[in-house]
């Protein structure tokens, strides 16, 4: 088949043929942690990356492979791999460009977790992050300097529903020579393709819409091919002799996979943040179904936003599908199947009025968690955003006064109906 085939296609097929051995027609969990060498001379070519096979489950394994052969083909990457969770996903994804000293311009619009992740917690390999408004463009070329490997931000922001103009991003990472990564998780490559809007590097939470049941954590880091790592000297785990990799040069022997085979063959090997065969196997099954799954969060997120936008009890609503929305031009551009199913709003009565909501309600979950096919809440400032300062918390859209919904995929009415009876208890 020579046309490219369409995502509903490729969702269930990509990455997935007949199981050589027996013919399965799902994708078996190879539930093994290594796998036999032909012969010496097959070790020998796997190990110098001469040949592609199996060595060892914390590398690569056949059923982990199939998941990201399927997220890499949804997303239109060259190459990809899963990692233990979206959080790894991201270290995964800057390993191979930092060095200490070395840091990352990052958006302020971010999930709680990554904001503490580059906040705090990468200082103790010596990278630092510098976070900036995405929407301030001159701040992010001044934030730029010769230290900066990598520009990260999300494409629907989690938690505000902020849309990023990733287009007007790229182009300012391209012209200082280093990639955009983009966190997909909340958007998924079904509303919003990053590496189309000129992204290098896009990582998924898995443990979100792409298994959409809740149910595993995991992430995976997929490379669009496209960044050139040896027109500077500033990626020399790539375009240099690698000392990790009996001196391979990863760009020269592996052009547009030089990435991907960095990030498995030292970053998995080294690292060990893998995915597990099993928790491959539920997110397959899950994603499956992502495209339906996904117009219906989206359906239902403007149903319920805009009843919450018109609902006297509620102060504002951030949802960048309303017709209100500042960007609402952006999700044209960047997200046109919708702007997903997460937003949050903002309750008359504040802190108090938020707590009591959440204890309130019985169809939603209180969770921290998103994406699933139930509807969730969280109070964001008293849960994922307590450890930011004040500033950060107004910065991130996780004000004391505003609650986070992950919209489901019920029927909208009771979704409804449950936030109606929960707002009438908290504005009592
Ligand atoms: C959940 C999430 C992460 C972290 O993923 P885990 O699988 O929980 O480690 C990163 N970014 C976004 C946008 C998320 O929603």
């Known amino acids: 088949m020579t046309k490219q085939q369409g995502f509903d296609t490729l969702q269930v097929h990509a990455g997935n043929t007949p199981d050589a051995a027996t013919g399965a027609r799902q994708v078996p969990i190879y ?27 914390r590398l690569t394994n056949p059923t982990v492979d199939a998941l990201a052969a399927r997220i890499t083909t949804l997303e239109g990457g060259a190459g990809g791999f899963c990692c233990s969770s979206g959080h ?27 904001i503490t992740q580059f906040g705090r917690t990468i200082s103790r390999f010596g990278w630092s992050c510098k976070f900036v408004d995405f929407d301030d463009l001159d701040a992010v ?70 298994t959409g049941n809740g149910s595993v954590t995991g992430g995976c880091v997929v490379d669009s091919g496209k960044f050139d790592w040896s027109a500077s000297d500033k990626f020399p785990s790539l375009s240099q002799p690698e000392p990790a990799y009996h001196g391979l040069n990863f760009h020269e ?16 090997r080294d690292l060990g943040m893998t995915m597990n065969p099993q928790a491959a196997h539920y997110t397959l099954m899950g994603i499956e179904t992502l495209s339906l799954r996904m117009d219906k969060h989206v359906a239902n997120a403007v149903k319920v936003a805009n009843w919450l936008e018109a609902d006297p009890r509620v102060d504002y609503v951030t949802y960048a599908g309303l017709d209100s929305s500042p960007y609402k031009d952006r999700v044209a551009k960047i997200c046109p199947k919708g702007a997903g199913a997460l937003f949050t709003f903002a309750v008359k009565g504040g802190y108090d009025a938020c707590v009591k909501l959440v ?10 968690n998103l994406g699933d096919a ?19 918390q107004e910065a991130a859209g996780a004000s004391p006064n505003v609650v986070r919904l992950s919209i489901g995929i019920e029927d909208a009415d009771d979704i409804i109906a449950d936030l109606d009876q929960a707002l009438t208890k908290a504005t009592a």
């Open 253 to 268: 022997a592996l052009g547009a996979m030089a990435f991907t085979f960095h990030g498995i063959a030292v970053g998995l």
């Open 141 to 210: 070329k001044a934030a730029i300097d010769d230290n900066t490997r990598a520009v990260f931000c999300e494409s629907i922001a989690n938690p505000g529903g902020y849309i990023t103009d990733l287009d007007a991003i790229s182009a300012i990472s391209d012209a200082a020579g280093i990639p955009l990564i983009v966190d997909n998780t909340s958007a998924t490559p079904y509303l919003c393709r990053p590496i189309e809007h000129g992204a290098t590097i896009v990582v998924n939470s898995t443990t979100k819409y792409l």
């Open 374 to 392: 139930r509807s969730l809440i969280i109070h964001s400032a008293s849960t994922t955003h307590r450890q930011l300062t004040p500033e950060q």
């Open 359 to 368: 204890d309130s309600l019985e169809l939603f979950s209180h969770v921290a």
């Open 31 to 57: 539930q093994s942690t290594s796998f036999v060498f032909k012969d010496a001379d097959h070790a020998a070519r796997l190990f110098n990356l001469q040949e592609v096979g199996y060595i060892y489950s």
């Open 88 to 114: 790894a996903a991201q270290i995964m994804a800057l390993f191979p460009l930092m060095g200490p000293g070395l840091n990352i311009v990052a958006s302020n619009r971010l999930y709680g977790g990554t």
